[in-house]
């Protein structure tokens, strides 16, 4: 028998755990080209501001081992156009809308979601905070537990009760378990994690940084090892906490190393660059996956890693 | 939820396409694919991405080429041609027949062609010629007559230099060292040529500083100019927004449109050349753009291309009975299916 996959999110059951992740499949449009945008969990936007964004300069984007450097600057249309013409997109195939959003000060996030909360139809809320707050001498919201909080506890104000608020938290940090409980005090009902880390590469030919906005956001299979341990780490601290996991996730394989490890969801970010069907495959795999091992449901296997080892195989202890 | 239930009968598709063959030409590649559905659906400027590595790749991005030729043999094949310039696409050059990629096309903005029979004028630049001659065949078929001008470093890198030959009303060539033709860049010879030729229209495909000087020479000439631009892509499918370049629309709005579905053809006249590679600062959500009394946004979005004039009133050339007719985006494909 077909593994139950279906997931809650909220009030809403996704009939499966696969998302896309924000960022990389626009408004799911592109995608509908090559995948049934409702049979995806949910698809999870690209980050939403108040204005129109042009983004930054190119080089945007750099290859490097595994992974990838991306320097995008939240280029997109503003929230006016996204609920005018992508959001009704979305609801008219089925699809299911995680919005993601974004801002340089408290009082945007919060109007932002005021905004989508007057919309019908939004799944859940994904609060981006990896944005500089231009509040607070341009360091990032997700960096300080105090910025975090504050731009959590006025995007839970502002949006209607029963859309959820899930906060996606910085990997760059040097205690995720502290901002993690600073995001779930102020109100978010989930996390998602992780964000890219900051990166840079330099042209040794031009002998010049290649992006042109010199350091980048690292995503890519490279980063997945990090990925387990912040997902890890926060479903130690907070084990009734929702986790939207990602993190260079490129097969089923590995979005059930994210599930064990304690995520409910999985966001598919640069595998969609590398093959634009890799949320149906991934999503195919990972119903294999826990056919092979004879689960009959995805909760089952939410968080196992934390267990205590019944198996009588245990594991080499290494360090 | 299936790679193989595209919404569209003309999208892109994402294939596994078997090598039928890799042969070196001159300083390039060619290989071609047996891919029929995308084979089936491609119009001459478009181009197909490809994933490099096999599985478990550590390469992730795709590598987009413009398709060079399609042909019906083996229910229809897809032919690109590349040069070696790194770890990809030396991995490529080492494909053999029988290996199995994972295509996805046709993708971008196909050249548009005339409704009259004019007199066109193709310019490449290095290996940039390859999409030109599909685009030639499709223009001889509206009846119009091809002229080519190509040009490159040198002649072994001058791609299709035969062909033009032979399927050219004329064929001019350019090399930066004499080995071919004349010794200079294309745009030394554009203006001699466009006379001889008597050119209605040029189509332009090479590196960006050729395009941007191709445009400035058309121009001069008043000639309308299409260009297929050279931008790096991650995905080629329009969600990444890496290959982004300031073009103006109909509206005047500059807006950093995509490369891959909102061209890779391109009005020369609507690229903002001199500020490629930065945010103009009055562009679409840059710091100077101003929402005139907040303008409700454009259906569509992004890259404004349908019958784009020059931003300032003042050189406004009204639009020729020669003039290719901008096809509608391919990047709005809003209404699939049905």
């Not at chain 1, 081992?65 to 008219?92: E, K, V, Y």
């Not at chain 1, 966001?267 to 660059?273: L, N």
């Not at chain 2, 050249?111 to 193709?122: E, I």
């Not at chain 2, 490369?259 to 890779?264: A, E, K, L, R, T």
Request: proline share 7%; with cysteine; hydrophobic share 40%.
């Amino acid at each position: 028998m077909a593994p139950d996959l279906r997931t809650r999110l909220g009030n809403t059951e996704l009939p499966n755990p696969i998302l896309t992740a924000s960022g990389c499949a626009s408004s799911g449009r592109e995608l509908a080209q090559f995948i049934d945008v409702s049979k995806v969990g949910a698809i999870v936007t690209k980050s939403v501001m108040i204005a129109p964004r042009a983004g930054r300069p190119t080089p945007r984007m750099a290859e490097t081992s595994s992974g990838m450097l991306n320097s995008i600057g939240l280029q997109g249309p503003g929230i006016d156009a996204f609920l005018q013409r992508d959001l009704p997109w979305l609801l008219s195939r089925g699809a299911r809308a995680v919005v993601s959003i974004a801002g340089s000060t408290v009082d945007e996030y919060a109007e932002l979601a005021a905004r989508l909360s007057d919309a019908a139809g939004v799944t859940a809320i994904e609060v981006n905070i990896s944005c500089p707050n231009v509040e607070h001498r341009g360091q990032v919201f997700a960096c300080d537990a105090g910025d975090a909080g504050a731009v959590v506890a006025a995007v839970r104000a502002r949006t209607r009760y029963d859309i959820p608020v899930f906060a996606k938290l910085s990997p760059d940090v040097t205690d995720i378990v502290a901002i993690a409980r600073a995001c779930v005090s102020a109100g978010a009902d989930g996390l998602s994690m992780i964000n890219t880390l900051l990166g840079m590469a330099i042209d040794t030919e031009t002998m010049r940084p290649v992006l042109a906005g010199l350091t980048g956001g690292l995503s890519g299979p490279a980063i997945r090892p990090v990925a387990v341990r912040c997902i890890w780490q926060v479903r130690e601290a907070l084990p009734d906490v929702p986790i939207i996991g990602m993190g260079g996730v490129m097969t089923g394989r590995d979005a059930l190393e994210l599930i064990l490890a304690g995520a409910s969801m999985v966001s598919i970010g640069t595998a969609i660059f590398h093959d634009p069907s890799a949320c149906a495959r991934i999503l195919r795999e990972l119903d294999d996956e826990l056919a092979r091992r004879g689960i009959e449901r995805l909760s089952q296997v939410t968080g196992v890693a934390h267990e205590a080892r019944t198996a009588s195989r245990g594991r080499a202890g290494v360090g | 939820m299936t790679a193989s239930e595209p919404e569209s009968e003309s999208g892109p598709l994402q294939v596994r396409g078997t090598v039928l063959t890799v042969r070196r030409i001159d300083a390039y590649y060619a290989m071609t694919l047996v891919a029929p559905g995308i084979a089936a659906r491609f119009k001459p400027g478009q181009f197909v991405a490809l994933a490099v590595g096999g599985p478990d790749t550590s390469m992730l991005l795709r590598r987009a080429f413009s398709i060079h030729d399609v042909r019906p043999d083996h229910g229809g094949t897809v032919e690109v041609v590349f040069a070696v310039s790194g770890r990809g696409t030396r991995w490529l050059a080492e494909r053999r027949a029988r290996d199995v990629l994972d295509v996805t096309g046709p993708l971008g903005r196909p050249f548009p062609v005339p409704r009259d029979p004019v007199s066109c004028l193709l310019v490449g630049g290095g290996y940039g010629s390859a999409p030109l001659f599909a685009l030639a065949g499709r223009l001889r078929e509206r009846r119009c007559s091809v002229d080519f001008l190509l040009g490159a470093a040198s002649g072994d890198r001058v791609f299709g230099a035969l062909t033009a030959r032979r399927t050219g009303r004329s064929a001019t060539f350019t090399t930066v060292d004499g080995s071919l033709g004349v010794r200079g860049i294309v745009t030394d010879m554009l203006g001699q040529v466009i006379h001889e030729a008597r050119t209605d229209v040029i189509y332009a495909c090479g590196p960006m500083p050729m395009l941007r000087q191709v445009t400035a020479l058309a121009r001069r000439y008043d000639l309308p100019v299409q260009v297929a631009v050279e931008e790096t892509m991650a995905c080629g499918i329009g969600v990444c927004m890496t290959c982004v370049l300031p073009v103006v629309g109909s509206d005047g709005i500059t807006r950093m449109a995509r490369s891959c579905v909102d061209g890779p053809v391109f009005r020369g006249e609507q690229v903002r050349w001199d500020d490629v590679g930065t945010i103009p600062f009055d562009a679409f959500g840059a710091p100077g753009w101003e929402p005139r009394a907040r303008r409700p946004p454009r259906p569509g979005g992004d890259g404004g291309q349908a019958g784009a004039g020059p931003k300032s009133g003042g050189q406004h050339r009204p639009s020729s009975p020669s003039s290719p007719p901008n096809p509608p985006n391919p990047a709005r494909r809003q209404n699939h299916g049905a």
